[in-house]
């Protein structure tokens, strides 16, 4: 069987327990157990009367988009960070537009559409509206002609749009080509704006109607970067998101997070000069929510890479500290691309114009940006050259650092769409059903206490509340102790690594003698032992087996990479310098793979230590707990996934220490020939070798390499990698260990809280209606835990076979293009 035909059998089981999940939540409400939600957010149940449409809304969502197999990739980032640029660089076209103001008042799906070359817009609700300008035609008073020519100069959009209210002017259903978008989008934006100045309620803007996939607007174009590739099961649409900081538009800020439960992968736009700022604080906050339902679709571009000077960070640190520190392991570092936005739209436009039409037009706003970005000033004297504008844009779009991305991101989820629409509905499926399961579960456990007994286990829920806090306090204090034992022992052990390649080095430098790789012993993990000592041992053999030993050296002539006695190296010509300098990289690449492998093992050794030291403590604090937790709530069980730890890989190039060590120099030389003339004639037929000739003086290049300077690149290699492996200890090992505590801790304390909450609400329930009723409602909540704890079966069988589709297509295929 197909994997196509595996994934429509899967999707149709998917669809089949999506409503019957939705039926059994419909179920619970008309039944009565889903109340008004708490005042405050610590009492609030599983579900109630405002978080439950959420959830049958995503759930109908996830069912539409199984329909079409669509993988929604949501683009997310604060106002001007790049998402409009963005997205425009991915379709090859002006499809957003971009001004000063926010121009994303509703999100906006942009679909990968083969063929449609002339971008369309569709909005099928647009009768809402429509609704909306009627609306403020009554509500607002007409504006008088001296009053129009004041806004038209003010703010001349606004006054378009005052003129459409005033004219009866609707909306379409559909607009096409890049400037009728512009115009609608523009539109859209400002209505939004309007409507928040207005205090009649008559002229709120219907945002509740545009909360599903369906209503959204959608522009349809092909991806010029997608067009050249085969079909695909499924389709690629890009979902671009309101900024939370857009306008101070609060509304905003939930729309986001609603669009974000709901995508299938997420690709967060930020600012490379605001890495630190308030602004992208809350889109990170927003990402850790959806972290666990998106998992390894979680991607972060880095965008206006190119106002990077030479005191910045490079693209490897920045990748190191996006995934890292600001996005606290949310985001892998592979994950993670520093780009210029602008640059790779400017490149992509360009080529897919000149691949259409052959040329580009000069007398376009965009052409102009892109001469002036390519060529400078004196663009239009090559604008109309299609050979110089095609490499020109190739170049462009090299460096804007966006060909990675595109293909990492865009075109593997274009290729997988279908099954990465498939796992993310099984994923929120799964965990929607699981929440049902418990939420019913605690109803059934409180039906069948009395009112009193119910009281006591809520009273004793708050003491399991308060003791999570104090666990908490002394599993960080093990934390403290444990990580300062592990800092010492790995800073004695990057202390001897270091040491003995600096002795290393310094004995290359002074033989001269090749350092054979086959010839370094690399640190393994061949026994467990404390962090105290692990870190500490075994450190020594690396010293002596560095270079080669005395009786190897016996049996094999010494080979050399150079004389240590000629500091100075001069070559005649470029390929013999690098050849050269590729010997020495050869021999300083093995000792420094060796020196970081070493360091590698140990920090990954101690912290993995340090980590089952610390879950151990976790596990026996949290079984007083859980013991606690479940005697009040029968045989209700509680189940935290723990966080993995990802150990930082060091690395350093030998390679880009030796980047500049060739120096090209000239040199006068004095060299002989013929005279010109009668007398050198003559000379020349004798053959004379002293009499007709003349001396002269040319410059000649040539390079040369500084063995001393060479050493010197290197030591300091050696320093940064000392450093590197210190400051990653510090700034992503520790953050990690950390984070495995907060995340673990966290998680457990909100499922303890919500259970407390289902026990409030039943409580609640339970004082206002009658030992009759409350029967009833016990058989009806048996009833539906029964379903429940089915679909749950289903699901998770529905995953375990997804997940077996995907091993199966990862076995024909490359894995960089099956991430699940």
Known sequence: MTHTSNIDILRAEAQRQIQLLKQLLQEMQTQGLIAEPAEKQQDRATFDTESLPQTLEMLEGEHHKLQNLEMVLAVVGTMKAGKSTSINAIVGAEVLPNRNRPMTALPTLIRHKPGVLQPRLVLQAVAPLNQLLKQLNKVLPPLEEQALEELKQNEPDMAELREQIQQKQPFQAEYEGEEAIFQFLKRLNDLVRLCFEQDDPQAAFPFEQYTSVHTLPVIEVEFSHLKDLSAAQGQLTLLDTPGPNEAGQQHLRHMLKDQLRKASAVLAVLDYTQLKSDADADIRQELEHIAETAGERMYALVNKFDQKDRNSDDAATVKKYVAHTLMQGTVHEDHVFPVSSKQGYLASRARNELARHGRLDGSQAWVQDFGDEVFGKRWARFIDDPQETQQGANELWEVSGFSAPLEKIIVQAHQNAAFHALHS????????????????????????????????????????????????????????????????????????????????????????????????????????????????????????????????????????????????????????????????????????????????????????????????????????????????????????????????????????????????????????????????????????????????????????????????????????????????????????????????????????????????????????????????????????????????????????????????????????????
């Open 425 to 820: 509905a099984v994923k929120k499926l799964q965990s929607t059903s699981e929440n049902t399961s418990h939420f019913l579960k605690a109803c059934v456990g409180a039906q069948r206490k009395g009112v009193k007994e119910l009281e006591q286990s809520i009273v004793a829920l708050q003491q399991d509340i308060e003791n999570i806090s104090y666990i908490t306090r002394e599993v960080q204090q093990a934390l403290d102790d444990e990580f300062s034992s592990m800092n010492k022992g790995v800073d004695k052990a990057i202390a001897d690594v270091i040491r003995n390649a600096d002795q290393a080095i310094e004995g290359y430098f002074r033989d001269g003698k090749r350092i054979e790789k086959e010839n370094l012993i690399i640190y393994r993990k061949n026994e467990r032992k404390s962090p105290k000592k692990i870190l500490s041992k075994e450190i020594d053999k690396l010293k002596n087996h560095l270079l080669d030993s005395p009786q190897k050296n016996k049996k094999k002539p010494e080979e050399r990479d150079f004389d240590p006695e000629s500091p100075i190296i001069k070559f005649e010509n470029m390929s013999e310098a690098k050849d050269f300098q590729n010997k020495i990289q050869k021999s300083i690449q093995a000792l420094m793979d060796a020196s970081e492998q070493s360091i590698n093992e140990k920090i990954q050794d101690g912290a993995e230590e340090l980590i089952s030291l610390i879950k151990n403590k976790q596990d026996n604090a949290m079984k007083q707990i859980e013991k606690s937790a479940n005697k009040n709530l029968e045989d209700f069980e509680i189940e935290i996934s723990q966080q993995k730890f990802r150990p930082e890989i060091l690395k350093t190039s030998a390679s880009s220490l030796l980047k500049n060590c060739i120096q090209e120099k000239s040199r006068i030389v004095t060299k002989h020939r013929r005279q010109t003339g009668v007398w050198g004639t003559v000379c020349s037929w004798f053959g004379t070798s002293d009499w007709g000739w003349e001396e002269y003086k040319v410059k000649e290049q040539y390079q040369e390499i500084d063995l001393e300077k060479i050493e010197s690149s290197i030591q300091k290699g050696i320093e940064i990698l000392e450093s590197s492996a210190k400051e990653t200890l510090q700034q992503e090992i520790r953050p990690q260990l950390q984070s495995v505590i907060d995340d673990f801790f966290n998680a457990f304390q909100r499922k303890i809280e919500h259970v407390r909450g289902d026990l409030v609400q039943n409580l609640q329930w339970m004082e206002t209606h009658s030992k009759v009723q409350q029967e009833a409602m016990l058989q009806s909540a048996q009833n539906m835990q029964k379903q429940a704890q089915g679909i749950c079966k289903d699901c998770d069988s529905l995953h375990a076979a997804t997940q077996a589709l995907h091993e199966a297509r990862h076995a024909q295929a490359s894995p960089a293009l099956m991430q699940p």
